[in-house]
């Protein structure tokens, strides 16, 4: 019924007819020195009474681009301080060229104070020179002031609570997608401006032809140091249990031109460098491909993370990276990339389990130590040719990657586990675009191979069993081959996406399995606007095949977006969608396999498949001028599948077994993110709100249970710099879980607090840093553990050097307990912490 409500409403609206849209472009300079005005106010009106049809803002090559229903009686108007406000008639069969004269201007006394932030439209820029100061280490620092932008302790940034799809310096890309090598070695004193660019599209030949809901960002460079080349080198060293060391040295250029990016850093002292490599930015909607990547039968255990990396990361780790981004001409770009990375890394930790089962309630006690062992080699290669009537990417990369995981674990039994994966992968996406005229149509590829060996060594001590022994050998090959149309009639938007998809797969343990899948697809789309409403529909017709499992079956996807803007404030958006999906080679392998040295797993080797409906509402609101942003989003999901997972205890052993049997997961989730910056005290405060409700089942012991698990957080931070010599950073995250299984267990609410305080003063050259941190973690039981944290820096500059002494942990703290419950059991973990250090560091920068 509901796929039937949908496909009427695409029906409807593929129906639909509207008025041709024209456009207004133009220039404008100022009309003795011929410069480019940026910011001025082109507004278009109709009528003798002036009425406001559209208007903008010029970007800073002065140029200027506006929507109207009609060309009857219309007119330009410009207004730049400094110059006269003039009127010009609108012409729509060429650009414009409008040059200003200036204009004397008397001003009594009065206080003009330009405001931080500012925008035209979809674009927001920010100002960063009043945001900086002199703590600010890089851009980083300054990005987590701006109102409406949050840094997460990873480096992702996301704006208004979107993740960013591009991060460009002067409009170039020379990390792609690795913003963190920006982020993390650009001194915060090099960057103008930061724009925020929402519905972005990198793809000239699509503007103004296609929606898409990306947000980028772009910095724009001091000329003082744009084109030239900026070196930093550190050393630091110390003690704690162990000699510390850690350096770095890194050379950026970041110009129009050509863009360079080599770093080389080291450490043993739990500063994440690993984030460096991780591809951080989604990149462009068009270019997104649907591969769920290689496939992993034996995981590597995990770290446990409950507290910032630098309080439990015990590592070694050395990472290279080499960026290189040449501007060819303005359309056409060569970027090439080469990153390394060696790290070792340590754990020690244990977790107190309980599951709560239909017959009785397993509890498992076990203490680990952990050391992981990871070589990687990757590279890219990428090429683009953009202009107006074509797009080219040719887009290669390849990964090599050498893990080895080694645990030590004590509990009802003393035994070794060892895992190790090699990963070599090499993928290549090729586009093509062409537009002619209202025409748009083009060709893209993905292929990407996969060789995976893995094995699994568990050794018992003190046991009369042999030593396990598992080996497996994978091989996975995906493609993703599509032919694309667009035609703009109108207001309306008209597309066709045709394609195939091929997936071979094999896997060898005691003996050979394949399973391969073939699907074909077809998407048609329409997109319609109206002055600020906006509407998206299509319906994904797929016909799935997997030969050797004699599987057959033909689905149709279909979605809805609706979007509509009240004021250039406020914004409201609903959508709706449904999907179905198969499950991938891990559950079709039909043989039984031990995942780890407390788990084995059996599937029947029948297709798993879910369909899932998806309704999202969104509200936004934001006013560049007041700093103020804020949304509010609420999501329901639900999911329908044909095959439960029974989950059974026997002598220590959790075995994992797939049956055929209806069940559904459904899921309920509020959001609310505001943010707000004032001027006057230099302070910024945010709020983020999450409240969620997930419902399902779970199958053990022959009997199915209902489950319900229950999550608040709220999330407060605030920022403060009332003058050059103070600045203060205060968070907290409060949450709140609860967990019912079945009919009789429902477990107590669980109550968590940490909050952190971090103040730094400064007098003349040399500041000093205190942080601090609180937890207030529930253990169950009416047991509670409160932990205490913290560190303090002295730091000294001196023309280009910085010197700064270092004590972490001043209390020596040695482990961290907490509790946390999932929709099956809860866990009372530890891990240790890193101990009491002493860190000496010198940085010099040209």
């Known amino acids: 019924m509901k796929t039937a409500i949908i496909l009427s409403l695409l ?11 024209n456009t207004i472009e133009g220039r404008v300079t100022d009309r003795e020195t011929h410069q480019p005005l940026e910011a001025a106010t082109v507004t278009l009106q109709q009528g003798t009474e002036g009425v406001v049809i559209n208007y903008t803002l010029t970007d800073d090559d002065g140029r200027f681009r506006l929507a109207a229903s009609s060309q009857i009686d219309m007119k330009i108007s410009v207004l730049y301080l400094g110059y006269k406000k003039e009127f010009f008639p609108a012409l729509f069969s060429k650009p414009m060229n409008i040059e200003l004269v200036q204009d004397a201007i008397l001003l009594k006394e009065v206080q003009i104070r330009p405001g931080r932030v500012w925008g035209r439209q979809d674009t927001l820029k920010y100002d960063l020179t009043r945001f900086a100061s002199s703590k600010d280490r890089n851009v980083s620092d300054v990005l987590k002031k701006l109102p409406g932008i949050n840094v997460e302790e990873n480096g992702t940034i996301k704006y208004n609570g979107k993740t960013i799809s591009n991060l460009y310096v002067e409009g170039m890309d020379v990390s792609g ?114 591969d769920d990547g290689a496939l992993s039968f034996l995981p590597l255990p995990e770290l446990a993370m409950p507290l910032s990396q630098k309080r439990l990361l015990f590592n070694e780790t050395h990472t290279a990276v080499a960026n290189r981004l040449y501007r060819l001409d303005e359309d056409r770009q060569l970027r090439f990339r080469l990153g390394y990375v060696h790290d070792h890394t340590v754990q020690q930790q244990g977790s107190d389990e ?12 076990y203490n680990q130590g952990y050391r992981l062992k990871t070589d990687c080699l990757n590279g890219e290669l990428n090429y683009e040719n953009n202009t107006a009537t074509r797009y080219t990417r040719e887009n290669l990369v390849f990964t090599g990657a050498w893990k080895d995981g080694f645990s030590s674990v004590s509990g009802d039994e003393m035994l070794f586990q060892r895992v190790k994966h090699t990963q070599l992968e090499v993928k290549n996406y090729f586009s093509q675009l062409y537009t002619r005229d209202k025409y748009t149509w083009g060709i893209r590829s993905f292929i990407r191979y996969s060789h995976l060996p893995q094995s699994l060594n568990i050794c018992r001590v003190n046991s009369q069993r042999p030593t396990e022994i598992e080996k497996m050998n994978i091989h996975n090959v995906y493609t993703d081959n599509s032919l694309y149309w667009m035609r703009k009639k109108n207001r309306v938007n008209y597309q066709v996406t045709t394609g195939f998809r091929g997936e071979l797969s094999s896997v060898n343990y005691n003996g050979s399995y394949f399973a391969n899948r073939y699907q074909v697809y077809a998407i048609p789309r329409i997109e319609w606007e109206r002055n600020d409403f906006q509407l998206t529909a299509s319906a994904t017709t797929q016909w799935n095949c997997l030969p050797e499992h004699s599987y057959h079956q033909f689905y149709l996807a279909p979605s809805l977006y609706l979007r509509y803007k009240f004021t250039p404030r406020w914004k409201i958006s609903l959508s709706g969608s449904l999907n179905q999906m198969q499950g991938g080679m891990e559950d079709l392998y039909p043989m039984e396999y031990r995942e780890d040295y407390r788990t084995t797993v059996q599937h029947p080797g029948i297709v798993s498949e879910s369909t899932r409906q998806l309704y999202s509402f969104y509200l936004e609101y934001k006013n560049a001028i007041k700093e103020f942003f804020w949304i509010a989003s609420l999501t329901y999901t639900h999911t329908a599948r044909n095959l439960m997972t029974e989950r059974n205890y026997e002598e220590g052993i959790f075995h994992l077994s797939s049956f055929v049997h209806r069940n559904f997961f459904r899921g309920y989730t509020l959001n609310s993110l505001l943010s707000k910056g004032v001027y006057d005290w230099n302070l910024k405060a945010s709020l983020e709100m999450i409240l969620s409700r997930n419902e399902g089942k779970q199958l053990n012991e022959g009997t199915v249970q ?5 999550y608040l957080r709220a999330e407060p931070k605030l920022i403060w710099a009332p003058s050059p010599l103070f600045e203060a950073e205060y968070k907290v995250a409060v949450t709140c879980s609860t967990s019912r299984i079945g009919a009789d267990t429902r477990l107590e609410p669980l109550w968590n607090v940490s909050q952190s305080l971090t103040l730094n003063m400064g007098w003349h050259d040399t500041d ?76 010099y920068q040209w």
């Open 11 to 21: 029906g409807l609206f593929f129906g639909v007819n509207t008025n041709a849209q």
């Open 177 to 290: 997608g690795r913003y963190n090598q920006i982020n993390n070695n650009l001194k915060a004193d090099a960057v103008q401006v930061a724009e925020v660019i929402e519905g972005h599209q990198p793809i000239k030949s699509l503007r103004g032809k296609t929606f898409t809901e990306d947000v980028a960002l772009n910095l724009k460079l001091k000329p003082e140091v744009r084109s030239r080349w900026i070196y930093t080198m550190a050393a630091g060293t110390g003690y704690g249990d162990e000699a510390l060391y850690d350096a770095s040295v890194n050379a950026l250029q970041l110009s129009r031109e050509q863009q360079t990016v080599y770093t080389y850093k080291a450490n043993n002292t739990g500063r994440d460098m690993l984030s460096e490599q991780k591809e951080l930015a989604t990149g462009n909607s068009f270019d997104r491909v649907a």
């Open 354 to 365: 309980t599951y709560y089962f239909a017959q009785d309630t397993i509890r498992t006690v």
């Open 706 to 710: 209902n489950y319900r698990y229950d």
């Open 768 to 843: 000093l840093q205190l942080s601090g941190e609180h937890f207030y973690n529930d253990l169950g039981n009416a047991q509670h553990l409160n932990t205490w944290l913290a560190d303090v820096s002295l730091i000294h500059k001196t023309g280009k050097w910085r010197f700064s002494a270092s004590v972490i942990n001043i209390f020596d703290k040695i482990k961290y307990s907490y509790t946390l419950y999932s929709a099956i059991q809860s866990y009372t973990s530890w891990v240790k912490l890193r101990p009491r250090e002493f860190l000496l560091s010198a940085q």
